[in-house]
């Protein structure tokens, strides 16, 4: 039997990332698997990151390692003037450290001889940007995996663990997501979650895994002088969704463009956001309402 941890979306919380490495000794696996954005959001994006290869674990990108690689370039798509991060994370981490995320791969497809093989994505195959949500139709999975010949897919991005089993046209998928090792956002705040997989030749088990961290911590560091200069209102609706364990920026921004298109993101629009309590629920994606 081959034994995994997988993870994904640490976004730079290293006391998550640090309970994780805590909880998982004991279980000894063979390897470690990271399905993308070790980095953003939180402030210890390159402790992460140096914490992450000097263990030598196997880590695919995410899509918020292209807002450190692709920002400044002509790659860039034109509404990320507006975002903080991209700047914010090639100010703080290094260029050795940026050159190493640039040498990732996107996809894994991981080989044991005990077991099936193993494809590790972060969204879908074909872009880090869009992933398998829960409420995402078998028929819509399956569009997105076809080039997938690997049975069992692990993949990250939605933040939501999940397991399920896709059919179509006489395939068949099993898809694990472990959830995120470092923004939860199914209410329960200060918790990780990572999952292990155990593979022989009759597939692979997973056991999800959830674990407590020092939210305080964290929650201090978002509250640091030095992190609300850098991204300024932005930075509370960070902190927020970590405190709260919600998902708050992507409603906000839907509902700032449809109630108030034409005003800029600052402190007031802010208070009128986390204002609506409940009523945010009317512009939350349905997988991340209360």
């Not at 674990?57 to 807002?67: D, L, P, Q, S």
């Not at 450290?97 to 497809?109: F, G, I, Y």
């Not at 001889?113 to 193993?118: R, S």
Request: net charge negative; with cysteine.
């Amino acid at each position: 039997m081959t034994r995994i941890a997988v993870l994904a979306d640490i976004h730079g919380n290293l006391p998550a990332l640090e309970a994780i490495i805590a909880d998982m000794q004991p279980f000894a696996p063979d390897a470690v698997v990271v399905a993308g954005d070790l980095i953003n959001l939180a402030p210890f994006s390159s402790e992460v990151l140096t914490r992450v290869f000097d263990l030598g674990w196997a880590t695919i990108r995410g899509n918020h390692e292209f807002y450190l690689l692709d920002y400044d370039t002509p790659r860039a798509p034109a509404h990320w003037q507006d975002y903080t991060t991209p700047r914010w994370l090639n100010a703080t981490i290094a260029p050795a450290l940026k050159r190493r995320v640039a040498a990732l791969p996107d996809t894994l497809t991981l080989y044991y001889p005990d077991a099936p093989p193993l494809r590790i994505i972060h969204g879908f195959p074909h872009t880090h940007w869009d992933g398998i949500y829960p409420s995402l139709p078998d028929v819509d999975v399956a569009r997105n995996l076809v080039s997938v010949a690997e049975e069992t897919v692990v993949c990250g991005h939605v933040h939501l663990t999940q397991e399920r089993r896709v059919q179509a046209d006489g395939r068949c998928w099993h898809i694990i997501n472990p959830g995120s090792a470092g923004l939860t956002l199914d209410g329960q705040p200060g918790t990780a979650q990572y999952a292990l997989l155990d593979g022989d030749a009759g597939g692979w088990r997973v056991t999800f895994r959830r674990v407590s961290y020092d939210l305080a911590r964290l929650l201090a560091a978002l509250d640091s002088p030095g992190y609300r200069a850098a991204h300024g209102p932005f930075a509370r609706l960070y902190a927020e969704e970590f405190r709260v364990g919600w998902v708050r920026i992507w409603p906000f921004q839907d509902w700032r463009k449809q109630v108030h298109p034409d005003a800029s993101v600052s402190d007031a629009l802010v208070d009128e956001w986390l204002a609506l309590g409940d009523e945010m629920a009317a512009w939350t994606h349905v997988d991340f309402r209360p």
